[in-house]
């Protein structure tokens, strides 16, 4: 039996200011399966004929919630805090990758 790799982005942003972050909920992330979280810097387009742009994130922080609930049934999510870690405004992507037996 193998594992495949599976991914799929959740979550894209436009206009992070440097320095700051933004908290983002998944509800209802896959159970008793391996999966982790990645984001990804998408900076906006360079200008003129020799511009650049540059965007730089990472994630710091990775929070799973339970809610136990005798009535609505349990629901789980998870917190993904990213911070822009680069000196201008970048957007960017947030990435769900996990494993599945085939």
Known sequence: MA????????YSRTGLAAGS???VTWK???QETPFSFWAAANPPGAVGPHGTSHGAVEITDVVHHYDRDNYNGDRHSVAIT????GATV??????MTWLTTS
Do not use: L
């Open 3 to 10: 594992n495949d790799i599976q991914q799929e982005k959740i």
């Open 28 to 30: 209802n992330p896959p």
């Open 21 to 23: 972050s933004q908290t």
């Open 90 to 95: 970048t957007g960017y992507d947030v990435w």
């Open 82 to 85: 990213v911070k822009n870690v």
